[in-house]
């Protein structure tokens, strides 16, 4: 067995966005050497084939309005798969460190006595530009980006720092902010984004199912409005995403559908 993986240690590995060939080798090593695997309701089919049969594996899956466990459920069961001698991989959608929780995840365990480290994975965000054929930044009107999440407690209002994230500098990915379209919108324009700003909903990224959808910050919420809710989805707005000047061969290539 792998020195860096010992009895007794849990393992937090990014599976990315869904397709298992954007794992990392090192993602890969790790669940296949997993004696329990923790996963997310968001990872793959494909990542999860990857498992070693006889591997014991517990889905702890959370989605937007559903939890099937609370993430102090998670953080034990953890622990006391880790105290038993067993090798732990926990593993999230995307990143662990990009609203994965994974610092309550390494900070109950630790307290515990158990070591845990992070493997991390392609965010959601850089595998959709990918599929674009867009960029996350862009020199002389995208100068940087700004992730935030639109997921909330129920009943709970969205609060962002809506002027900064109206600049017309910024890209902005909002993970899962698919119910929340329209409230975004109208805080963005509200605060003084161009309601012309460029927008891309990007939905199943990565997967056979993948869908990008553009149009106009104006639109967002029509955008959105065929989406299931179990349909992982994100939005990115800003000049980075705007619909590159490609043939019509490229554009059916990379999936567009045009607003």
């Given amino acids: ?3 860096d993986f010992p009895a007794g240690m849990v393992w937090l590995v990014g599976a990315g966005p869904g397709d298992p060939e954007l794992l990392t080798r090192k993602a890969e090593r790790l669940i296949r050497a997993a004696d329990v695997v923790f996963y997310d309701a968001l990872v793959g089919e494909g990542v999860l084939a990857l498992v070693r049969p006889g591997t014991r594996m517990v889905s702890v899956g959370k989605r937007s309005g559903r939890h099937s466990k609370a993430q102090g459920s998670i953080n034990d069961l953890l622990l006391e798969a880790a105290l038993a001698g067993q090798r732990v991989v926990r593993l999230k959608g995307g990143d662990p460190s990009v609203f994965g929780r994974s610092a309550e995840e390494i900070e109950h365990l630790a307290k515990g006595g158990v070591v845990a480290k992070v493997c991390p994975g392609i965010t959601t965000a850089s595998a959709a530009a990918a599929s674009a054929g867009a960029s996350l930044t862009l020199r002389g009107s995208a100068r940087g980006i700004t992730y ?15 002027a900064t994230l109206a600049s017309e500098s910024q890209t902005v990915g909002v993970y899962m902010g ?31 199912d993948e869908r990008l959808i553009r149009g106009k910050l104006s639109a967002l919420a029509f955008l959105v409005a065929t989406i299931s809710d179990d349909d992982p989805t994100l939005l990115l707005i800003g000049e980075a995403v705007r619909a590159p000047d490609f043939t019509p061969a490229a554009m059916e290539h990379f999936h567009i559908i045009a607003n």
């Fill in 1 to 3: 067995m792998s020195h």
């Fill in 148 to 162: 935030v999440t639109a997921h909330l407690r129920a009943g709970e209002p969205l609060k962002l720092d809506w």
């Fill in 178 to 208: 698919r119910a929340a379209a329209g409230e975004i919108a109208r805080g963005l324009i509200a605060a003084g984004r161009d309601p012309e700003t460029p927008v891309m909903v990007a939905v199943n990224v990565s997967r056979p």
